[in-house]
């Protein structure tokens, strides 16, 4: 005879709900720290052009008033790096000190150099920073040939890294697997070995100039080698003693509806398994549409809690009200008190068990009428018409209320 399994038995697995994130160092970027245990900040790009300084500083203020806590720049050319000066500046003035990264790419030592003044962060491609020309005939590289360019790219580098060093300021190494330098390739592949490759070449060089104040990241469109790179990164850093933060992103990610899903799926399976510490949703759209994205991602982690949660079934043949209707109405009256969670139910079948877990809980109980809960206990039955008004007295009675 078959023996049933005894759920209270213990042998029986247990799993923590919470995320354990890996342990990093802490890096300071202007008045923000990433990583160290602090939470996973949040960043995105403006796409004005930095020579327009009145345009970028409208754009950084934007993107920083809804809760974009590091701004990138792009700076192609010297003359852009020279105007970050007036933009830092006119930030101090008429708003507030944002924690900026210049994003430099191509040849850019000077730019670098310049920039560095003015950021609290420089980001450099090391598949881009020493430009390697291609050729066509080439079937390999050499150790001599590869040993040549990896010490032109420390010399290169080298300058860069002295002036974030003295200044105290940090530098993100951003490796794209789309433009990962010729000699990764051949020696590598196209693969997420060689984006590590390029991420530790450089780190190493910077650990050999006493400069650790250093965010990783490894891009890519196909979330698969962007989550394959970042697990073989995590692991490589953990054998060799690294504990440098982790910026994730699913690099042009597109737009709409499944630009945010495939940023999700990369950057919400990472952060699960507790890696990342800073991140950026990439959206072909207005840089204000990817902060609710990162948010509304960390929220539904556990990583950050930034709006109130709602809880609601998705509707079935017992359902007692309109439920799409009636949780608009409830989201429009609550939405500004962050920190709560509130269930709405259409039914009692499911209702208090799935909302267990909720402050306050509004339930179809019988037709016409609404149930009132605070978590597990039900406070009040009042009619439908009165129900959110309701709901809106028993958060008030309770001191939880603001006003919007």
């Not at 920039?115 to 080439?138: C, M, T, W």
Request: aromatic content about 6%.
């Amino acid at each position: 005879m078959q023996t049933l399994p005894n759920p209270t038995a213990t042998s029986q697995p247990t799993f923590d709900t919470t995320i354990k994130r890996r342990k990093t160092r802490p890096v300071k970027v202007g008045n923000v720290t990433i990583g160290g245990g602090y939470p996973v900040v949040v960043q995105s790009m403006i796409n004005e052009d930095t020579l327009d300084v009145e345009g970028s500083v409208a754009a950084i203020r934007r993107l920083h008033e809804i809760g974009c806590e590091i701004v990138r720049v792009t700076v192609p050319s010297l003359a852009h790096a020279k105007a970050l000066a007036e933009i830092k500046q006119k930030l101090l003035k008429t708003y507030q000190d944002v924690p900026l990264v210049a994003d430099v790419h191509h040849n850019g030592m000077k730019i670098a150099l310049e920039v560095a003044q003015h950021v609290d962060k420089v980001r450099i491609n090391p598949g881009l920073y020493v430009f390697e020309k291609p050729k066509s005939d080439r079937t390999e590289y050499t150790k001599a040939e590869f040993d040549e360019i990896g010490e032109k790219i420390r010399e290169t580098l080298e300058p860069l890294v002295v002036s974030l060093r003295d200044q105290g300021k940090a530098m993100r190494i951003g490796v794209n697997h789309g433009s990962l330098a010729e000699r990764m390739v051949f020696t590598y592949g196209d693969t997420p070995e060689g984006m590590v490759e390029s991420a530790l070449e450089f780190i190493r060089i910077c650990e050999s100039l006493d400069f650790r104040n250093l965010v990783v990241s490894l891009k890519a469109s196909r979330v698969p080698v962007m989550l394959a790179a970042y697990r073989l990164l995590a692991h490589r850093m953990d054998e060799l003693g690294m504990d440098y933060p982790l910026h994730l992103g699913v690099t042009e990610a597109g737009d709409g509806e499944y630009g945010r899903i495939k940023s999700t799926a990369g950057i919400a399976t990472l952060l699960a398994d507790g890696i990342g510490d800073t991140i950026r949703v990439s959206l072909t759209e207005a840089p204000e549409k990817e902060i609710p994205v990162c948010y509304s991602i960390l929220q539904a982690l556990g990583l950050r809690k930034t709006m109130v949660e709602y809880v609601a079934c998705p509707s079935c043949g017992r359902t007692l009200f309109n439920l799409e209707e009636v949780l608009h109405k409830v989201r429009e009256a609550t939405k500004h008190l962050t920190g709560l969670d509130i269930a709405v139910m259409g039914c009692i079948v499911n209702g208090p068990g799935e909302m267990a877990d909720a402050d306050y809980g509004y339930v179809g109980k019988q037709p016409g009428y609404i149930s009132l809960y605070r978590g597990r206990e039900e406070i009040k039955k009042v009619p439908e018409s009165q129900g959110v008004e309701e709901l809106i007295n028993l958060i008030k009675a309770d001191g939880r209320w603001v006003d919007p």
